[in-house]
């Protein structure tokens, strides 16, 4: 028993002495969702409050985001939800037109997939509401309709 308590404590230390990297890389405002497209200030209060966390270079870090093992889980979290969409790098790149991030984004929040339950859990004030779903899913229809006007594609160049 004895054993086992100790070989907690060390592994506690050392968890707490090797962190994963909390980073929030610069922003180029030019290339951020708010460049590419309009986006009216209620929307953009809901993704404050519910996604910037994990889709920006904007990330507020939690206390227990310096915790062990707690700071492995949220350090991923935020690197794949950067690695998925990312507003402060709106512009298009790879197989990921603007279009499709617009639609799989109403798609994920409709779903309810979006925001993580574990996220949610311990920030409240992060779910979304019904309405709020219905606000961000009207504005991605707009903003989806304007990318693709005339003279205006929504794909990658090849």
């Given at each position: 028993m004895r054993r086992g308590v100790l070989a907690m404590a060390v592994l506690a230390?050392?968890?707490?002495?090797?962190?994963?990297?909390?980073?929030?890389?610069?922003?180029?405002?030019?290339?951020?969702?708010?460049?590419?497209?309009?986006?009216?200030?209620?929307?953009?209060?809901?993704?404050?409050?519910?996604?910037?966390?994990?889709?920006?270079?904007?990330?507020?870090?939690?206390?227990?985001?310096?915790?062990?093992?707690?700071?492995?889980?949220?350090?991923?979290?935020?690197?794949?939800?950067?690695?998925?969409?990312?507003?402060?790098?709106?512009?298009?790149?790879?197989?990921h037109s603007l279009n499709e991030r617009l639609e799989d984004m109403c798609k994920e929040v409709r779903g309810g997939e979006m925001p993580l339950t574990s996220y949610t859990l311990l920030h409240r004030e992060a779910k979304l509401s019904s309405d709020d779903v219905g606000i961000l899913c009207a504005w991605t229809d707009v903003a989806r309709a304007s990318l693709i006007g005339p003279g205006i594609t929504s794909e990658p160049a090849q």
């Open positions: 230390i050392v968890g707490q002495v090797f962190q994963p990297a909390r980073t929030n890389p610069p922003v180029d405002p030019a290339r951020t969702l708010y460049a590419s497209v309009q986006v009216p200030a209620e929307v953009r209060t809901i993704l404050d409050r519910s996604c910037r966390d994990c889709h920006s270079n904007d990330t507020v870090w939690p206390w227990y985001a310096s915790v062990s093992p707690m700071s492995w889980l949220v350090v991923g979290h935020v690197n794949e939800g950067r690695e998925h969409l990312s507003f402060s790098d709106w512009t298009p790149s790879g197989h």
